[in-house]
């Protein structure tokens, strides 16, 4: 049995490969935001599609359980404010 990581754009996928074919498990890796470099200006908010991003205290905030992984909110982030691991 081998397991396969592959990342790509924020994005994680375990593959299974095995004598019956491939198997897929997707294990999430929500966005993180680091409060000190937020400048709240909202960017991220409007971009994600989830709509998983809001703002309190004018600082961004991704909701875990609605965030897709997509990377959309890291790619706009002037600030360099949003990571994924």
Do not use: H, Q
């Not at 935001?33 to 960017?43: F, M, R, Y």
């Not at 875990?64 to 404010?81: E, F, L, M, T, W």
Request: proline residues 2%.
């Amino acid at each position: 049995m081998v397991w396969v990581l592959v990342c790509w754009r924020g994005r994680s996928e375990i593959y299974l490969l095995c004598g019956s074919g491939l198997g897929f498990g997707d294990y999430k890796m929500p966005a993180k935001v680091i409060a000190a470099d937020c400048t709240g200006c909202e960017l991220c908010v409007d971009e994600c599609p989830e709509e998983a991003i809001t703002m309190v205290d004018e600082i961004a905030v991704v909701n875990a359980d609605k965030c897709n992984d997509c990377g959309d909110c890291v790619d706009v982030c002037a600030s360099d404010a949003i990571v994924v691991k």
